[in-house]
C-alpha cells in the first residue's frame, strides 16, 4: 500500500489517479483540503503567466492544460456530478448581460475553443476555457504586451493582439481607460474548490481510506522510508493506529512538506478574495499590472468574482490584513471599476509552496520508500493531473524495480505511462497552437517535448540535499 501525506488539490489528485490504476492507497491528513488549495483562484493559465524565465515552468504547464479535459471529465464520473446538480447557469452567448459579447474574429465566450469539456466537468467543477485577456494601461504596458505576444509567437504559442475598444467589445464592464490587451484564448479555469470536493467523493466512491490525522514523521528502516507516525487532532480517533506501514510514502503536504522531509520549500503568502455579483461581471479571466503589482480577476458560473492575489514573503504567516485587501480592491477597480460595488463574499490567505527555481518536486526523492509531490508554487491546480501522471509513472516504474522486474521504465529520464487523452487528443488547440512544424508535430508539442523529459524538469534529483 502507499501513503499520500496531504490532501490538497495535488495528493488527492495523486491518490484518485492510483486508484484508478488499480494501486492500494491511504490518504493521511487532518484537515484535507484547507490549505493553498482553498484559497486558489483556479486559473489553469499558463500562456498568460509565461515570464521570459520560465520556460520549462511554460512546458510544465501547457503539457497539463492539455489533461484538463480528460481529467475533469473523467473526475466528474467518478464523483457522480450530474451535468445539471450546479445550481447555476454558466456564462455564454446566450446566459447573461455581460455574457458572450464577443467581436468578430475572437473565440466567443462560453464555447470552450475546442477544449472539449464535458457538461458535467463544465457544471460539477465550472471548468471553462474562454481563454484570458492581460490589459495594458500605458505605453510601456503596450510595448510590454507587444514583446510578450512576439516571444509567444515565436513559441507558437498563439495569443491575439488587441486595441482598447477591442478588449472592451469582449468585456464591456473593463475600464475607459484600458489601451490594448493580450487575448490567450487557449487559457482556462476552474473553481479549486470543487475539484478538491469532488476528488474527495471520487475517492470515497472508490473506497479509499482517508486518515484524519497528521503525518507526526517518517518510519524508517535502515535507509528505506517504511510508513508514517501518525498524530490526531484533539480528542478526534484517539484509538486509531500510532503507525502506517507503507510500500511508499508521496509527500504531497504542500508548505508543510518541510516538517517531514528537507525539501527546499518555503511559503509565498497570498491574500485573495470573493466578490458576489448577481450577474456575471466578466465572461473571462482578466489580469493587468497596476502599480507596478499583478492582479487579476476570475468569474465564477454563479457570478463569483475571484480577485487575487497577494505575493508575500512572510513565512507561515495565514493573516488576512487590512492593506493586502486594499491594494487587491484598488488595483482590481483599475481594470473593472464596478468590482466596488460587489458584496464581499469570503477573504483568505493561503501559503504556496514555492521552489528556489519555481518548478515543482515530483518523483522519487532520492531516499528508497519516500516520493515527493510538493514545491507547486502558483501552479499546483494547473499541474495537478501532469502531477498525478508523472507519480503514476514513477510508483509503477519502482515497483517493477523492487519485484526485479523491469517491466516499466525508470523515472526520470524515460516515457511513463500517459494519461488518457494526454497526448493532443480533445485538447488539439489548448495552449493556442495549431502550426506544425517539419516534423509533423505542433510547434507547442515540440517545445513541450516528451514525458520524459518533463519528469525531468521537476525531479527531486536536481536538489541534491533532499533526505
Ligand atoms: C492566493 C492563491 C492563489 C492561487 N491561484 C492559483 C491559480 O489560479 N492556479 C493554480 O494553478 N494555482 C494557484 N495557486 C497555487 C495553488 O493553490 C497551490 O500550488 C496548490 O494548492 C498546492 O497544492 P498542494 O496540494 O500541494 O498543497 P495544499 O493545498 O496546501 O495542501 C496541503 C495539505 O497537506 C496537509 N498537511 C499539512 N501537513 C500535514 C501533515 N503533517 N500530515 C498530513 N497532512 C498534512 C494540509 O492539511 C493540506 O490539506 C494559488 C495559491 C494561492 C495561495
Given amino acids: 500500500m502507499d501513503v499520500i501525506v496531504g490532501a490538497g488539490v495535488v495528493g488527492l489528485s495523486i491518490a484518485w489517479r492510483l486508484a484508478r490504476d488499480g494501486r492500494p492507497v491511504t490518504v493521511v491528513d487532518p484537515a484535507p483540503a484547507t490549505g493553498a488549495s482553498h484559497a486558489a483562484a483556479g486559473m489553469l493559465a499558463p500562456v498568460s503567466?509565461?515570464?521570459?524565465?520560465?520556460?520549462?515552468?511554460?512546458?510544465?504547464?501547457?503539457?497539463?492544460?492539455?489533461?484538463?479535459?480528460?481529467?475533469?471529465?473523467?473526475?466528474?464520473?467518478?464523483?457522480?456530478?450530474?451535468?445539471?446538480?450546479?445550481?447555476?447557469?454558466?456564462?455564454?452567448?446566450?446566459?447573461?448581460?455581460?455574457?458572450?459579447?464577443?467581436?468578430?474574429?475572437?473565440?466567443?465566450?462560453?464555447?470552450?475553443?475546442?477544449?472539449?469539456?464535458?457538461?458535467?466537468?463544465?457544471?460539477?467543477?465550472?471548468?471553462?476555457?474562454?481563454?484570458?485577456?492581460?490589459?495594458?494601461?500605458?505605453?510601456?504596458?503596450?510595448?510590454?504586451?507587444?514583446?510578450?505576444?512576439?516571444?509567444?509567437?515565436?513559441?507558437?504559442?498563439?495569443?491575439?493582439?488587441?486595441?482598447?475598444?477591442?478588449?472592451?467589445?469582449?468585456e464591456p464592464m473593463l475600464?475607459?481607460?484600458?489601451?490594448?490587451?493580450?487575448?490567450?484564448?487557449?487559457?482556462?479555469?476552474?473553481?479549486?474548490?470543487?475539484?478538491?470536493?469532488?476528488?474527495?467523493?471520487?475517492?470515497?466512491?472508490?473506497?479509499?481510506?482517508?486518515?484524519?490525522?497528521?503525518?507526526?514523521?517518517?518510519?524508517?528502516?535502515?535507509?528505506?522510508?517504511?510508513?508514517?507516525?501518525?498524530?490526531?487532532p484533539g480528542d478526534a480517533e484517539p484509538g486509531g493506529p500510532p503507525e502506517l506501514g507503507a510500500d511508499r510514502v508521496i509527500l504531497a503536504a504542500g508548505v508543510w512538506s518541510t516538517e517531514l522531509a528537507d525539501v527546499p520549500v518555503r511559503p509565498v503568502k497570498g491574500q485573495i478574495m470573493r466578490l458576489r455579483s448577481p450577474q456575471p461581471l466578466l465572461s473571462r479571466c482578466v489580469r493587468g499590472t497596476v502599480h507596478g503589482s499583478p492582479v487579476y480577476l476570475v468569474p465564477r458560473g454563479d457570478g463569483e468574482l475571484v480577485v487575487g492575489a497577494t505575493q508575500e514573503e512572510l513565512g507561515f504567516d495565514t493573516r488576512v490584513t487590512a492593506g493586502g485587501l486594499?491594494?487587491?480592491?484598488?488595483?482590481?477597480?483599475?481594470?473593472?471599476?464596478?468590482?466596488?460595488?460587489?458584496?464581499?463574499?469570503?477573504?483568505?490567505?493561503?501559503?504556496?509552496?514555492?521552489?528556489?527555481?519555481?518548478?515543482?518536486?515530483?518523483?522519487?526523492?532520492?531516499?528508497?520508500g519516500l516520493f515527493l509531490a510538493t514545491g507547486h508554487h502558483r501552479g499546483g491546480v494547473l499541474l495537478a493531473p501532469l502531477t498525478a501522471a508523472l507519480v503514476s509513472g514513477a510508483v509503477a516504474a519502482d515497483t517493477a524495480d523492487t519485484a526485479g522486474g523491469a517491466a516499466?521504465?525508470?523515472?526520470?529520464?524515460?516515457?511513463?505511462?500517459?494519461?488518457?487523452?494526454a497526448a493532443g487528443g480533445a485538447a488539439g488547440t489548448v495552449g493556442g497552437s495549431t502550426e506544425a512544424d517539419g516534423s509533423g508535430r505542433s510547434v507547442a508539442d515540440a517545445?513541450?517535448?516528451?514525458?520524459?523529459?518533463?519528469?525531468?524538469?521537476?525531479s527531486p534529483e536536481r536538489f541534491r540535499e533532499i533526505s
Avoid: H
Wanted: proline share 8%; net charge negative.
Fill in 175 to 232: 475600464a475607459p481607460s484600458v489601451r490594448g490587451g493580450l487575448l490567450a484564448p487557449g487559457d482556462a479555469w476552474v473553481d479549486p474548490r470543487r475539484v478538491t470536493a469532488a476528488l474527495l467523493a471520487a475517492l470515497d466512491r472508490l473506497g479509499v481510506p482517508l486518515v484524519r490525522a497528521r503525518a507526526g514523521g517518517l518510519l524508517r528502516e535502515g535507509d528505506r522510508v517504511t510508513g508514517v507516525r501518525l498524530a490526531y
Fill in 447 to 458: 517545445v513541450l517535448g516528451d514525458e520524459g523529459e518533463l519528469a525531468d524538469l521537476c
Fill in 49 to 170: 503567466e509565461v515570464t521570459y524565465t520560465e520556460g520549462p515552468l511554460l512546458r510544465l504547464g501547457v503539457a497539463s492544460l492539455r489533461r484538463w479535459p480528460s481529467f475533469a471529465a473523467d473526475l466528474a464520473a467518478d464523483a457522480g456530478l450530474a451535468a445539471a446538480d450546479s445550481g447555476f447557469t454558466p456564462a455564454g452567448p446566450d446566459s447573461g448581460t455581460f455574457g458572450g459579447r464577443a467581436g468578430p474574429g475572437f473565440t466567443p465566450a462560453g464555447t470552450d475553443g475546442g477544449f472539449g469539456i464535458s457538461a458535467q466537468a463544465r457544471a460539477g467543477l465550472d471548468l471553462r476555457a474562454d481563454g484570458t485577456l492581460d490589459v495594458a494601461f500605458g505605453a510601456d504596458d503596450l510595448a510590454a504586451l507587444d514583446e510578450l505576444a512576439a516571444y509567444m509567437d515565436k513559441l507558437g504559442l498563439r495569443v491575439e493582439r488587441l486595441t482598447g475598444r477591442e478588449c472592451r467589445r469582449l
Fill in 326 to 368: 486594499y491594494e487587491l480592491l484598488r488595483d482590481a477597480r483599475e481594470l473593472v471599476p464596478g468590482v466596488t460595488e460587489l458584496e464581499v463574499a469570503d477573504v483568505v490567505a493561503g501559503l504556496r509552496p514555492g521552489t528556489p527555481d519555481n518548478l515543482p518536486l515530483i518523483g522519487p526523492s532520492g531516499t528508497p
Fill in 408 to 421: 516499466m521504465p525508470a523515472v526520470p529520464g524515460a516515457a511513463v505511462p500517459s494519461v488518457p487523452g
